[in-house]
Structures are given as C-alpha cells and as structure tokens.
C-alpha cells in the first residue's frame, strides 16, 4: 500500500486532508460499488453514518447481517467488539472499521483475565454473555446474547441450570427479575446507560406529562421501574412508531433519536438527561468517533482492519453461533 502523504495515527485510522470539493456520501457509496463493500452502521452512530449506510440496525441484527452478506468487505461503523464479531463469522471477508480506538466501556469492564477466573470460581454453570465483550470473552462463553433475545436464550434453559452472566449487571439484574432466575452477575456496566438520573427523567416527565418514558434493559433497575417500555434499541424505535402517544422521553444512546424521527417525523423525542450538568443528552463518545471523513478514508484505503486470532476466533464462533440458532428457533415459533 503506497502510504505516501498519510498518516497512521494512534487510533487506526488515516489521517489524510480531503478535498473540500468532495461530496463524501456519493464517493462512499461509489467505493463499495466498487469494492463490492458493505457499510454496516449502528444506531448509535451519527446520523450521517446512518444515512450513508446499507444496513443499520441493534447488535443481533447486525450480526445477523454479517452472517449472510456476501459482501467481500465490510465496514462496520460502530465499536470494536462489532467489527470482532463481523470478523468472527465471516474469517474469509475483510472486515475493516473507521477508527479503532472506537472501544466500548461495557467490554472493558470485563477482562478476559478476571473473568475467566470467575468462571473458574464457579465450576458446572452455564457462562452467558452479552455481546458487548471482546472476542477473548466470548471464547469463554457458552452462549452469547443481545438485549433483544436475552430474555428468551436464558429462558430456553432449565430453571435450575445454574447460569453466570456477565458483563452488564444492570441487563442480568433485569432478566433475573422477569424470569425469575437468580444467575450470579458480573459487576460491569456500560457508562452511558448506568448515568442516566431518576430525578431529571422526572423533571422530564413532568413536564411532558403525556410522554411514554422508553428505556434500554442496561439502565439501573430504578430507571427500569418508571419506565413504561423497556427493550432493546429495535424494539424501543418499534415502540415509539407503532404506539398512539406523540411524545417519548428516550432513555438510551442519543443517537437513536435520528431513526426514531425517521420513522415517526410527526412526534417529539426527548433525549433523557445524564446524571450529570455537563450536557442535555446522553451520548457514547466511542460511538460518535466514528466520522464521515474517516469512513471515506477508511474505504479508500481498506485501513484499518480488524483482525482476530484464529484460535480465539475459533472458540468465539461457537457461543455466537449458538445464539444465532437459538434466535431463529424463537422467530420461527
């Protein structure tokens, strides 16, 4: 690869001066013409990002996607652990990513290192894991799951299997509640959905007395408690769409409000507040590095480029694979 004039920076991404004349969307959409590449984007992502795109969706869906493009190259615009996951099921494809310092606090929160010796520590139980991990996570993992299917993968195994969840103590909490189950929790938790307040949310409410108050299951259960629908981002969008109410306060990533706006223009969405005086909505900074500017360079060059080990990869397929069964036994029901 000539890298004359481009600069690799610490992030991983091209940090080259494009032309002002360039209309980025039309070149984007030229260069997966012709590399035959697929951009994958997720919600949370600016909406520039989305509208760009050929697919946007939750965590399963792209997933799911990623199984079934035949696509030579996929750009996955979102966090790191999503573009593992694209490689993961699709090892023969270049799976490539804007930038990638675009981490996720909930995997951090997890090292494979500790986590694997709690799962030592408890020998004979079922290890499910939310897909916001790292693929050395989910080598160690029997199932994965999203916050759509959760619910019904933990449900698809007996009451008594003793079962660790892990990373999101707030998703695990929830689905301990509704199930009834009481699998052992790993203390992790995404920093964007744990710092939402009650008190603002009610400020909110109260001043919108006729918002539906919507919630992503990794909030603090007493964020959950007001909520009057709790669900993953593509059943929160379905919600707000489909119900008769014309105002939402919307308590996850603020990036959803753009798909949200798209497919309701008619009704208000009002991002809920942080716990925090430093801004109005609640925003994950990993996902918003993911820029315009660095997708064209990131399709120009096919830089940078996800890569996971074989062996790792190798074992993280299984609980991916598992889930993805799992789900389409579900739907087929």
């Not at 996951?85 to 500790?114: F, G």
């Amino acid at each position: 690869m000539n890298t004359t004039n481009k600069k690799w920076t610490e992030a991983g991404f091209v940090d080259e001066p494009i032309a002002k004349n360039i209309d980025l969307k039309t070149e984007i959409r030229r260069m997966c013409q012709e590399k035959k590449a697929i951009i994958m984007a997720h919600y949370y992502t600016q909406g520039a990002i989305q509208e760009v795109a050929d697919f946007v969706g939750d965590s399963l869906a792209l997933a799911q996607k990623a199984a079934t493009t035949d696509a030579d190259i996929i750009v996955m615009c979102g966090v790191h652990f999503m573009g593992e996951t694209n490689k993961i099921l699709c090892p023969d494809k270049k799976v490539l990513t804007p930038d990638l310092n675009a981490s996720c606090s909930l995997a951090e929160s997890c090292p494979t290192d500790a986590f694997k010796a709690f799962v030592e520590a408890h020998p004979n139980h079922t290890v499910v894991s939310y897909v916001n991990t790292t693929a050395a996570t989910k080598a160690l993992t029997d199932v994965v799951v999203t916050s759509s299917n959760a619910q019904q993968i933990v449900e698809s195994f007996p009451k008594d299997t003793p079962i660790i969840f892990g990373p999101d103590r707030n998703l695990g909490g929830y689905i301990n509640r509704i199930t009834g189950r009481k699998m052992l929790l790993w203390d992790g938790a995404c920093h964007v959905h744990d710092r939402f307040s009650v008190d603002k949310i009610m400020t909110l409410k109260a001043e919108h007395p006729h918002a539906k108050v919507l919630a992503h299951p990794e909030c603090k259960a007493e964020v959950l408690d007001i909520a009057d629908k709790v669900g993953s981002t593509s059943a929160l969008l379905k919600y707000c769409i489909t119900n008769e109410a014309q105002e939402f306060i919307v308590v996850t990533e603020s990036g959803i409000l753009h798909e949200m706006q798209k497919g309701a223009p008619h009704k208000t969405f009002i991002p809920a507040p942080p716990d925090s005086d430093a801004c109005a909505c609640n925003e994950c900074e990993h996902m918003k590095l993911i820029t315009m500017e660095k997708l064209y360079n990131c399709l120009k060059y096919e830089y940078p480029e996800i890569e996971v080990d074989e062996a790792i990869a190798a074992q993280a397929v299984k609980p991916i694979e598992r889930m993805l069964a799992i789900s389409k036994q579900v739907l087929n029901k």
